[in-house]
T-cell receptor, first 115, second 112 residues
């Protein structure tokens, strides 16, 4: 597709369940980023990928969060044993190169609600 | 690591007036500064960016200025319109392949 695609757009899950969020970056973009945005708040960095490698996982809030990327394409963010404080919009972005002055384009986000 | 501050957090202007949002960054190695506009229920959209080798860039009603010495950059919107109402985020990207660090955002309201 022409832009970054995220699925699902909305997800409601029960506390304690695992969820998997998907990001399809723009074709050819080697860098991929995940951010979390709580209601009315800014963008909280979670993790980025350069190709399939994630050099910086320091933003992941806890060991319940993990992410992977395969084939320099699709990335999945997995949250295990979800908690209510995980409720937020999870945004994915991709860029041609990591940082270095190239634009990052965002998807529409996945709104996660943990009940 | 990089730290980006943004002011004001909220801004209300009358339609037709100008709006200015300011950001400061801490890492002198940062070399790329994009601005994003986020409308309700949507992902952030890149509206303008500037690289450290220029001091100003303009695109129709939107302009961005950069002062590398003072480590601050600003977004200027002239002749504001109601559809400019949104949350605006600044960001800084550091050399060496780090991620984008975002400011906390400014909620702009353009009053008709």
């Amino acid at each position: 597709g022409a832009g970054v695609s995220q699925s699902p757009s909305n997800k409601v899950t029960e506390k304690g369940k695992d969820v998997e969020l998907r990001c399809d970056p723009i074709s050819g973009h080697t860098a991929l980023y995940w951010y979390r945005q709580r209601l009315g708040q800014g963008l909280e960095f979670l993790i980025y990928f350069q190709g399939n490698s994630a050099p910086d996982k320091s933003g992941l809030p806890s060991d319940r969060f993990s992410a992977e990327r395969t084939g320099e394409s699709v990335s999945t963010l997995t949250i295990q044993r979800t908690q209510q404080e995980d409720s937020a919009v999870y945004l994915c972005a991709s860029s041609l190169n990591l940082g270095r002055g190239t634009e990052a384009f965002f998807g529409q986000g996945t709104r996660l609600t943990v009940v | 690591g990089e730290n980006v501050e943004q002011h004001p957090s909220t801004l209300s202007v009358q339609e037709g007036d100008s709006a200015v949002i300011k950001c400061t960054y801490s890492d002198s190695a940062s070399n790329y500064f994009p601005w994003y506009k986020q409308e309700l229920g949507k992902g952030p959209q890149l509206i303008i960016d500037i690289r450290s080798n220029v001091g100003e860039k303009k695109d129709q009603r939107i302009a961005v200025t950069l002062n590398k010495t003072a480590k601050h950059f600003s977004l200027h919107i002239t002749e504001t319109q109601p559809e400019d109402s949104a949350v605006y985020f600044c960001a800084a990207s550091t050399l060496g392949g780090q991620n984008f660090v975002f400011g906390p955002g400014t909620r702009l309201s353009v009053l008709p």
